[in-house]
């Protein structure tokens, strides 16, 4: 990676995160939805756990945790996205294309500044999680793993809105930037461990490749480590299979403003 | 010309106009019946605790339909009204001898005409997909008009947050707090099944609790007057509520204009 694409890329994460602290109301919605799940399905749905055939080292609030962390880290991309499509709205976007020395450098940044958001309200609901009592049985190590899993998640998901941004250069699109994310994430066992479930959303979930990082995750958490290389390599291929399309896309908008 | 014909004429333009945009009406039909079909397969296994209400899950959470795509109609009837008062049109209708309520109905016409619509989807596929009303047929058209009620209600909330704020991005901001509002409700398990005290509490008090009950009871276990009656007196509370905090919002807004 040559100096000027970092360059870029510092450049652009420098805006989104000035951009982020001057206005909350850009950072709230990333915190809250994550938040409301967490209470909504820690708290409300505890009962679940008295399910028979459910078992889970850490608890129920952990179970869940691990869940909404993930969300979280595929949320802080598709945000990050909405900064994009309003900077194409407001012709930013075009006269950086046209400025940047380096347009990979553009993508960097955004993957950068979705990172950013996703360390900042990652750590707010750990803190959250934590202060309301959730067991932790992971060893430091673990508990790292996880986060990586779920920073891969975050760079798929931001580069997934950055291909569709630079594809349609309209926040219209905010509704499908969100939507396949959304199912996928439900698509994987939310409330349950997998073979609890039973009927279309078993197969779903079994084909799902959230499934396995949400397992090596909630493994990670309590300490009883499963699917690891698999999650890995899932996160690592659909991390590289969204950098394709980003880059894909970069491209044509290149071609747009040439 | 009538209150009556003010109303049709606004409450027609709000309604083509909504169902025009299919971004619109799209979400609030689909994304209930996603999360049904998602806590219906999910949430199976949790019919097998002893005491459950039902034997399947789908029975339970079908309501919980209804006050969603009640709650997404309200958001987009508020920021169609609020879209309104930005272009100018509602001060442009204030000059003419338009009755405010017919102003506010009419203009709230095309988010509760999604959610009217949205009610007889989510009634229809729960049945093709297995929804067992004790009620009969009575309880199912009850449950309808409920659904109905409740949203014509919403519309309410919408209409006051449009009105007040004179902003859609304001009035779409509020979709979280609603959505919040849902979620530390009754709607994924019955107040006796919900562990941790202070959610129960929180889940015993919320509005909305009533208003899931009150249909819930009509799909599970029968005629009910305990849930059905304070469901109905919390969706007219809602109503006489938003719709009179409305009405005074716009009487200021125009006395300012």
Redesign the interface.
Known sequence: MSGSTLSVAMAVLRRVMIQTFKNPAIIIPSLAFPLVFLIAFAGGLSTVASVPGFSFKGGYTAFQFVFVFLQTGAFAGIFTGYRIAEDYESGFARRLLIAAPHARGIVLGFVLSGLARFALTGVILWGIALLAGMNVLGSPLQILAMWLLAALLCVASTLWVTGLAFRFQSVDIGSFMQTPVFILLFLAPVYVPLALLTGWLKVAASANPVTAILDASRGFISGEQTKVALAFALALGLAALMGLWAGLQLRRAQRGVA | MSSAGQLALIGRRSVSRTFRQP?LVV?VILFPL??LA?NA??????T??PGFPTDRYINFAIVVCFVQGALFAAITAGTELASDIQSGFTDRLALTPAKRWAVLAGATAGGASIAVFGSVVYLIIGLIFGVQIDTGVLGAVTLLALAIYTALAFAGIGAWLAVATGSPQAVQ?VF?LL??LL??STM??PLD????Q??RVI?EWNPLSFLIDGMRGLVIGGWDASTLLPAVAVATAIMFVTFAGAAHSLRKRVQRT
């Open positions: 971004v979400p996603v999360l998602v397969a999910g949430l199976a296994s949790i097998e605790l901001g979280p959505f919040v979620f530390l994924n398990l099944f919900i562990q941790k202070w959610f889940a």
